[in-house]
């Protein structure tokens, strides 16, 4: 049935990063369309916050994680089996950004974003491999999908350069995974956002958000709804079809 099509009614979700900002929005969108979302976040306290306001749109529980090491990727992933016997949709979305001047990057801006942008999101996905083997099925696929940025893809005008080579990166830690996990019935994709309304990018919008909307062929920044739809089309039977794929979702803006 083509209502089917994009339903993702009873999967398990755990969406990273859950508590705020595009993490927010796509487990937003899982517990509006009846799935059973888990969102971590190292804030106990915005992980109790979100569960508590996405629970009253469905299902929702909290699990404070710091996924800047592999320890903490797998006491998450312990934390996960004592609730669900299975996980059918893991979003890689807990990430940092550091933005400094070419000449005085520091070291620690880079240990920082890519321990938890990139081994973090290899780390989580090793440590949670084996609720998601048991959600795999040929005919609906266990699905990854890890939220990398166009600023992996074209490169960016701020000073975030570990933010940026962490993030193309993880676009192809996205293809590596997908070939190496297609024949066990997991995909695994990317979504590049481009501007949206989030803490990280509260700043930017905040000193450069009319000119970013003038310069988007679309004419504005990224909605709840846009991210949301994304995420539910590679979670849903619909996509199961696709995987290695590097999707942007930034009205045009890397693309045209």
């Known amino acids: ?19 705020r ?3 927010r929005m796509i487990a937003q969108g899982y517990v509006e369309s009846g799935a059973r979302v888990i969102v971590a976040s190292r804030n106990a306290e915005a992980c109790s916050e979100t ?9 929702c529980v909290g699990i404070p994680a710091d996924l800047s090491d592999e320890d903490g990727a797998a006491a998450l992933a312990s934390a996960v089996a004592e609730l669900e016997p299975e996980v ?9 950004n550091w933005g400094a001047p070419l000449d005085e990057y520091p070291d620690s ?10 081994k973090g999101v290899f780390h989580t996905t090793v440590k949670l491999l084996p609720l998601l083997r048991k959600a795999a099925a040929a ?3 266990a699905r990854v999908i890890n ?22 990166g993880l676009h192809h830690l996205t293809r590596v995974l997908a070939k190496r996990l297609a024949r066990e019935d997991i995909t695994v994709n990317a979504v590049a956002p481009g501007p949206f309304q989030s803490k990280m990018m509260a700043a930017t919008l905040d000193q450069f958000g009319d000119h970013i909307r003038a310069s988007n062929p679309r004419g504005r920044i990224g909605e709840p709804s846009d991210m949301a739809g994304v995420a539910l089309f590679l979670a849903s039977r619909a996509g199961a079809y696709v995987t290695g794929t590097v999707i942007p979702v930034d009205g045009g803006m890397s693309t045209t």
């Open 109 to 118: 801006g880079w240990d920082k974003v890519f321990s938890l942008n990139l």
């Open 1 to 19: 049935m083509i209502e089917d099509l994009f339903s993702v009614r009873d999967k398990v979700a755990l969406v990273t990063g859950g508590t």
């Open 139 to 141: 005919e609906d696929p």
């Open 147 to 168: 939220i990398g940025s166009i600023d992996g893809i074209s490169p960016p005008d701020l000073e975030t350069y570990a933010y940026s080579s962490c993030k193309a």
């Open 21 to 23: 900002g595009i993490g």
């Open 51 to 59: 569960a508590t306001e996405l629970g009253k749109l469905g299902h």
């Open 88 to 96: 059918h949709i893991l979003v890689n979305n807990a990430g940092a």
